[in-house]
């Protein structure tokens, strides 16, 4: 790669011999590109300064996005330290949440602080695996029935197949479904602290060839939706996808009126009127406050996949008083059906990102692997369980409008 000034390259591309995606092939990633940031810059009449201004070397996002322009910067905040009581992380954490709502750390910060008087949240990760259910295309229902058959009876040749394509992705299981003329099969693997979307597919993809080699069967689509990725769906929230985990804590009712200004009995009624009933009625996926705020935040510190924001607030959230009516403790809990994490792999390679990892402890692969991922996973859920707690509290006392307002939002 020869020396190539920004200017010299934006000519390229203005005399048509190069294209916007063709830059880093005749010039290093920073220099393609300042020259692609100058030449839209030119063509929307929008000044792109900030968005050129980055801390780290563009050549670490080239796996990450084409036509580079720059990058956002979201601010970035810590709740905590909040002791997580895991089965994979047991200590206390500061948690990164990267987001542009106000109040939204504090909420969380104030949740965990109630969480750490009461001795911690525990979390556990109940069931792991990352899915791929492509669709086939057969005769009739009795062909369907004999895909579905041989799917059952041939496991190890599809574990088998599917393994050659990765070191560290394990095929756990394969589920058929029949929908008249359709097959689908939902693969499931274990892929350890990685979040194993490419690798699940990858591996899905050279099981399918076998399938097709040795059944009447023809692929349509290597994903058939009902994996189910980046979407609202029942499945997910019933069977699970990447990581599912709950965290839980039992909070002293002189916790929760000190700290919350409020009672167990209020927040406890609060969830099921709210929560789960009116969930219900609005036939939500999700029932619970806004989980969604803490996963995409966390999302975006640690370098997940933003747009599994959609599974990862697939979550229930229940609360209930312990003990003699007037005098009981609060459990609360929040259990998260498909978070889709990982510690390596993806966005989590990014410089910022990457020391977001760092902060929590659990930055790159886990000893044994899949730990730093189910770590992850734990935190996150203990973070939401704050911000639920939080939420609900200010709604009993009645303090979440006046909140917002001293705090400018």
């Known amino acids: 790669m020869t020396d190539v000034d920004v200017d010299d390259l934006a000519d390229s591309v203005r005399e048509g011999e190069l294209r916007l995606h063709e830059l880093e092939e005749h010039a290093d990633a920073d220099v393609a590109t300042a020259a692609r940031r100058l030449l839209v810059s030119e063509q929307s009449g929008a000044d ?74 525990s979390a556990r990760v109940t069931k792991s695996g990352m899915t791929r259910a492509p669709v086939f295309k057969v005769e009739d229902v009795v062909e369907a029935e ?22 560290h992705g394990e095929l756990l299981d394969v589920t058929p479904y029949v929908v008249g003329d359709n097959v689908y099969l939902r693969f499931r693997y274990d892929t350890k602290d990685a979040m194993g979307m490419n690798m699940a597919t990858i591996a899905t993809g050279e099981a399918c060839d076998l399938i097709e080699s040795e059944t009447g069967a023809s692929l349509v689509a290597l994903s058939g939706n009902l994996c189910t990725d980046k979407k609202p769906a029942a499945v997910n929230a019933i069977e699970g996808r990447g990581r599912t985990v709950t965290a839980d804590a039992i909070i002293p009712r002189d916790v929760v009126e000190s700290r919350l200004h409020t009672t167990p009995e209020a927040i406890a009624e609060i969830n099921t009127r709210k929560n789960l009933v009116g969930s219900a009625k ?43 009516p007037g005098d009981a403790d609060l459990y609360v809990s929040v259990s998260l059906a498909s978070l889709e994490v990982g510690t390596v792999g993806g966005g989590t390679k990014l410089p910022t990102q990457s020391e977001a990892l760092s902060l929590l402890g659990v930055a790159g692969g886990g000893d044994p692997p899949g730990t730093n991922a189910d770590a992850l996973a734990e935190a996150i859920a203990v973070g939401a369980l704050a911000g639920e707690l939080s939420l609900l509290a200010a709604l009993a006392s009645r303090h979440l409008s006046s909140a917002h307002a001293e705090l400018g939002r």
Request: hydrophobic share 45%.
């Open 48 to 121: 792109l300064e900030t968005i050129g201004s980055y801390g780290f070397p563009a050549e670490a996002a080239g796996p990450n996005v084409e036509n580079m322009l720059g990058a956002v910067q979201v601010p970035i905040g810590v709740a905590g330290p909040v002791r997580i009581r895991g089965g994979a992380l047991d200590d206390e954490r500061y948690l990164p949440l990267a987001t542009t709502e106000g109040a939204l750390v504090a909420s969380v910060n104030r949740g965990c602080s109630v969480l750490d008087a009461a001795g911690g949240a």
């Open 146 to 167: 004999a895909l579905a058959e041989w799917v059952r009876d041939n496991v190890d040749e599809l574990a088998d197949a599917a393994e050659s394509t990765t070191s």
């Open 282 to 324: 609005a036939g939500s996926l999700g029932f619970n406050a806004h989980v969604a705020n803490v996963v995409a935040s966390m999302f975006l510190a640690t370098g997940q996949d933003e747009a599994q924001v959609v599974e990862g607030a697939n979550a229930i959230t229940t609360a209930r008083t312990r003990g003699d």
